[in-house]
Nanobody, 131 residues
Framework: EVQLVESGGGWVQTGGSLTLSCAVSGFAFVDDYAIGWFRQAPGKEREGVSCISSSDGTTYYEDSVRGRFTISKNNAKKTVYLQMNSLKPEDTAVYYC???????????????????????RGQGTQVTVSS
């Protein structure tokens, strides 16, 4: 059974930093999975944030976070991280990680991030950025 457990959310002032963690169980990182971070604010649609390939570490970022957020993974700990710097009030949302089999070229990551079809997701962690 695949399980994803997020942690690391909290409250921070504008310009601050947080690091989110997504602990993965149920599949090996050498397998071809995409692990993505998404966020959803009240009254808004789900928004993709970033994605990483579990096997080769290829990354993708949405324009709204590129240059401020960094996604990474620790194979030994089977954990994916999202380092968030220069946080803004508009980054406030519930952040969750999701995973799905992904055997395509990294060129398809932008499309994957927009797809609603992710087989597994965590429960989410709240990030609040105050102005």
């Amino acid at each position: 059974e695949v399980q994803l457990v997020e942690s690391g959310g909290g409250w921070v002032q504008t310009g601050g930093s947080l690091t989110l963690s997504c602990a993965v169980s149920g599949f090996a990182f050498v397998d071809d999975y995409a692990i993505g971070w998404f966020r959803q604010a009240p009254g808004k649609e789900r928004e993709g944030v970033s994605c990483i390939s579990s096997s080769d570490g290829t990354t993708y970022y949405e324009d709204s976070v590129r240059g401020r957020f960094t996604i990474s993974k620790n194979n030994a700990k089977k954990t994916v991280y999202l380092q968030m710097n220069s946080l803004k009030p508009e980054d406030t949302a519930v952040y969750y990680c999701a995973a799905d089999r992904f055997t395509y070229s990294s060129d398809y990551m932008p499309l994957k991030m927009k797809s609603p079809e992710w087989d597994y997701r965590g429960q989410g962690t709240q990030v609040t950025v105050s102005s």
